[in-house]
């Protein structure tokens, strides 16, 4: 697909939009198992096939899911000290699955919204990296760059329609339309797979993306593992390398914790599915439910079993399908956030300091909560 205001030197941005697509790390093992590829073959025949349809720029939301586990990480630390009788800062929970945050806006309301991380979520975060930094970097306005992102979860296109009524630093949307990884493939199978392949860009000018990496999540961007050695080690002093998961009601729901002298002094889970959320619901409401900290993903599975991805015809889990996609996701290399000179870097040039009011305003939110009850048919699990 080629532009009639554009050469083969160079592209006239004035005249059209220029043309973003933002990657989820958990799509990435969709496409090596549906195409046999490695993971890396399968991110360079994704952006390849992408710019052949006139994209201009393909980028990983890893780096996004950076910030967002950085701000959870500090958020905890200090609700953490601050919790007590009266102030009831605890347990904290996850607010980077769409589908979760929604439910717990419109139909649980504020005792449960009081709970969630103020961080914004990876999706949310990249949308302000484009329309904001990126935007920046190519001197064009926001408006002139249309963001997509492609994603495991329809829900993630709940979250990109509710980024429109939210105020932004930049004063648009962060993004446009997201497609889910079942969708792209299907565009994928009606083209031509001859194209030729490409490396991921980065916000960095002309560098690459040498190598696909993840999070430490078995199938999401691991909050609880990146948080909980956080905490360890900033409120205990403890370095802890391996976290080790207990799963309790099923293998949906597991609990991770730390003892000190015999104690346990810290406990957190992983709730993923709406049964699992339901009884955490339930015990948070009767105070008999012990944990700090909690994953919450709406899918049950995690990230990984996404609608949007490994479905039958039949719209069942391609259980096969998924059993490969977990394998590749576990060979792919973990980084941990705090290792990444470029967001080290970013939290300097873009949002002037590590705790600054901009990064405040750009890496947190605020939630929409209904009284009880308000708008209980408005989602069906």
Same mark, same amino acid.
């Given at each position: 697909m080629k532009c009639e205001h554009c050469t083969r030197k160079k592209c006239d941005t004035s005249k059209h939009k220029v043309l973003v697509v933002s990657v989820c790390p958990q799509s990435l093992p969709y496409f090596a198992a549906k195409f046999n590829l490695s993971v890396t073959e399968a991110s360079r025949r994704l952006c390849g096939f992408l710019k052949s349809l006139g994209v201009h720029y393909v980028f990983d939301t890893t780096i996004a899911a950076d910030f967002s586990i950085l701000e959870s990480q500090k958020e905890f630390v200090r609700r953490y000290r601050q919790h007590s009788e009266e102030e009831r800062t605890l347990p904290m929970l996850t607010s980077a699955c769409p589908g979760w945050v929604r439910y717990a806006e419109r139909v649980l309301g504020r005792p449960i919204t009081a709970h969630l991380c103020t961080a914004k979520s990876p999706q949310q975060v990249m949308g302000s990296l484009v329309k904001d930094y990126f935007a920046r970097q190519q001197n064009l306005s926001p408006e002139k760059i249309f963001h997509v992102i492609v994603a495991p979860c329809y829900d993630k296109k709940l979250e990109a329609l509710q980024e429109g009524s939210l105020p932004t630093l930049h004063g648009s949307r962060g993004t446009d339309c997201v497609l889910t990884s079942g969708e792209i493939a299907q565009i994928m199978e009606q083209g031509d797979l001859s194209v030729k392949d490409a490396a991921i860009d980065?916000? /960095?000018?002309? @560098?690459?993306?040498?190598?696909?990496?993840?999070? !430490? #999540?078995?199938?999401?961007?691991?909050?609880?593992?990146?948080? /909980?050695?956080?905490?360890?080690?900033?409120?205990?002093?403890?370095?802890?390398?391996?976290?080790? +998961?207990?799963?309790?009601?099923?293998? !949906? /729901? $597991?609990?991770?914790? @730390?003892?000190?002298?015999?104690?346990?002094? *810290?406990? /957190?889970?992983?709730?993923?599915?709406?049964?699992?959320?339901?009884?955490?619901?339930?015990?948070?409401?009767? #105070?008999?439910?012990? +944990?700090?900290? &909690?994953? &919450? @993903?709406?899918?049950?599975?995690?990230?990984?079993?996404?609608?949007? $991805?490994? $479905?039958?015809?039949?719209?069942?889990? !391609?259980?096969? *399908? *998924?059993? $490969?996609?977990?394998?590749? +996701?576990? !060979?792919?290399p973990v980084r941990r956030p705090e290792s990444s000179a470029h967001v080290q870097g970013l939290y300097q040039e873009w949002l002037e300091g590590i705790n600054s009011p901009k990064a405040r305003e750009v890496l947190h939110t605020t939630y929409q909560s209904q009284e009880r009850g308000a708008h209980s048919l408005d989602i069906k699990w």
């Open positions: 980065t916000l /960095f000018g002309d @560098l690459k993306e040498d190598k696909v990496t993840r999070h !430490d #999540g078995a199938s999401s961007d691991g909050h609880l593992a990146h948080i /909980f050695r956080h905490a360890a080690k900033e409120l205990f002093n403890e370095d802890v390398e391996e976290v080790t +998961y207990r799963a309790l009601r099923n293998k !949906d /729901f $597991q609990e991770v914790t @730390l003892e000190k002298n015999g104690e346990v002094v *810290l406990r /957190f889970a992983v709730a993923y599915g709406f049964r699992n959320i339901q009884n955490m619901i339930l015990k948070l409401k009767k #105070g008999k439910f012990p +944990y700090h900290f &909690v994953e &919450v @993903l709406a899918c049950a599975g995690g990230c990984l079993n996404g609608r949007g $991805q490994a $479905q039958t015809p039949e719209g069942h889990a !391609d259980k096969a *399908l *998924l059993r $490969q996609m977990e394998g590749i +996701y576990a !060979d792919i």
